[in-house]
C-alpha cells in the first residue's frame, strides 16, 4: 500500500501503536532501518577520508575535527528543534524524504570542493538534512509497535548506525584507496536518493489511520520544554546522553587516523577489520541488550535507566584499555567487548527518553537530545579530541593522539552515574 498525499497535520495523536499487521511493522521498520544506514555512512564516512583530505589541503588536526565534528553538528543541532516540531504535528515520511535527499545531495556536493572552507560548508549542508532524520524516526517507531517491544524495534533500529559505520569504513577505506576522497563522497551520496524514493512512497503516518478523539492536545513549544524541564529524568537523561555523545563521538571519529598514524595499520585494514569488529559489538550489543532490557524492565521500570548505567560503567574498562594497548589484535580484542556494552546501553537510554517525555512532545524531546548530544557532543567532542592531539603531539610525537582519545573515551563513567541517577527520579516521571 502506498502512502497518500495530504498536507501536514495540524494536531498530534495519542500514543497508540499503529493499526496496522505484524508484517507492515516490518516494512515499515525495514524502510527506517535504510534510511538510518544511509544517515550513518554519509557521516562517518569523513573519518577515513581524513588524512587523504589534510594531505590534499594541508590542514591541522583541530581543523579536521572541526570538518568530522563541528561543521556537521552545527546546523544539525540548531535545525533539529524546529524539525522535530513539525514532526511532532506533521507528516513524518514526507519530512524523512524531503531530508533524506538533501544529505544525499549536500554529500555528492563535497567532492565537489576545491578548498578546505568548501568542503567545511558543504558538510554543513549534509548536517543540515540529517537533521530530519532521527527524531522522526523514533517517534514513528514508537507508533508503529507497542510498549513491550519498543525497546527492541528501537535497538533494531539503532543497528542501522552500526550497518552504516560499516559500510563507511570498509567500502570508503577501499573506495579511498582506490579511487581518491572525491570519488568515494558521490558513491556514498547517490544511493540515498533511491533509499527516499521508498520513504516517500512507503511510510505511512499513523496518525491519518487511528481516532482523533484524543487529538487536538497539541503544545506550543514554550509548554513542551517547561514539562520536559519539570522531569528530573529526563533532564538527567539529557545530560548523560550529552556527555556520551563528546566522549563516544570526540575518541571514535578519530579511530581510524589513530590506527594508521599510532599504530602503523594500513587504511585497508583499518576499514576491513576495524569495521567488521565494530559492527559484530553493535549488532550483538544493540540486539540483546534490548531483549534483556525488555525483561528487565517488567521486573521493575527503573531498569530502563539501571541497564544503560550498569552498560556505560563496564564499557569505560575495555574502551580505555584499547588505546593503550600496541598490538593491533589486542585493540580488536578490547574494542569489541567495549563496542557490545556500549551499544547494550544506548538504545535502553533512548527507550527511557520516550517513556518520560510523553506522547505530544517525542520528536521534541528526541532532538533536544540530539542538539545538546550533537552540539556540545559530535561539534565539541572531536574539535576538543583534535586540539588535545595537536598539543600533546608538539612535546610526545604521534602518541599525542593516543592519549587525547583515551583522555575523552574515559568520559562514560561519568555518563554512567547521571544514568543512574535518573533511575531514582524515573517512576515518578514516566508518561505514556
Known sequence: MARTTSKPLGASATAAPMECGHPRR?????????VGTSSATDRVVISVLLDPIKREFGVSDMQLGLLSGMSFALLYSVL???IARWADRGD???LITIALSVWSGMTVACAAATGFWQLLIARIGVGAGEAGATPPAQALLVDYFPADFRARAIAIFATSGTVGYLLGLTVGSQ??????????LVA??????????LAYGFLDEPRRTRSTTQANTTEDFRTSLRRLAAKPAFVRLLVGLTIYNFAAYGALLFVPTYLTRVLGVPVRDVGLLYGLTTALGVLLGSVAGGWLCDALVRRDKRWIAWFPAAGFALATVPDSLMFLSDDFSSFLWLSLLGGMLLNAALPAAF??????????RRATAIALVLFTGNLLGFGLGPTVTGLLSDMWSSHIGVDGLRYAVLAVMALTLPT?????????????DIEA
Request: with cysteine; charged share 5%; net charge positive.
Open 26 to 34: 516490518w516494512l515499515l521498520l525495514a524502510i527506517l532501518f535504510l
Open 351 to 360: 527507550a527511557a527518553v520516550h517513556a518520560v517525555c510523553g506522547n505530544a
Open 80 to 82: 533539529g528543534l524546529p
Open 92 to 94: 513524518r515520511g514526507w
Open 175 to 184: 573506495l579511498v584507496s582506490h579511487f581518491g576522497w572525491r570519488e568515494t
Open 188 to 197: 556514498f551520496g547517490l544511493p540515498g536518493f533511491l533509499i527516499a524514493a
Open 416 to 428: 554512567a552515574a547521571v544514568m543512574y541517577s535518573a533511575a531514582r527520579a524515573l517512576p515518578a
